[in-house]
Nanobody, 124 residues
Framework: QSRLVESGGGLVQSGGSLRLSCEVSGFSFNYYAIGWFRQVPGKEREGVSCIAFTDGRTDYADSVKGRFIISSDNAKRTVYLQMNSLKPEDTGVYYC?????????????????WGQGTQVTVSS
């Protein structure tokens, strides 16, 4: 069964760091892309970052560039999102998602399978 499991969320003060993990199972690991998205109640889900496994290409939302880093550990079948210099506006539920397409995209319509989400709360 193909699935994604996020972990690593929590409560952190503004300026702090968190590392989210997305454990990937049941997919052919090297022929797809993984994206991170976040959602705040009352707002649309937005793309945060993505990584394509065919060429290692990554992308970031402008709001997180220079602060977040996406990476992968193929041996552990896990994708990470290192979040530094966190701000209160980074608060939300963070989801990782699997795209069967090989390109890295911030458009959620390209993603077919989603994890259950992990809550990130940044206090001011």
């Amino acid at each position: 069964q193909s699935r994604l499991v996020e972990s690593g969320g929590g409560l952190v003060q503004s300026g702090g760091s968190l590392r989210l993990s997305c454990e990937v199972s049941g997919f052919s690991f090297n022929y797809y892309a993984i994206g991170w998205f976040r959602q705040v109640p009352g707002k649309e889900r937005e793309g945060v970052s993505c990584i394509a496994f065919t060429d290692g290409r990554t992308d970031y939302a402008d709001s997180v560039k220079g602060r977040f880093i996406i990476s992968s550990d193929n041996a552990k079948r896990t994708v990470y999102l290192q979040m530094n210099s966190l701000k209160p506006e980074d608060t939300g539920v963070y989801y990782c998602a699997h795209s069967p397409w090989t390109m890295c995209s911030m458009d959620q319509v390209t993603y077919r399978t989603w994890g259950q989400g992990t809550q990130v709360t940044v206090s001011s």
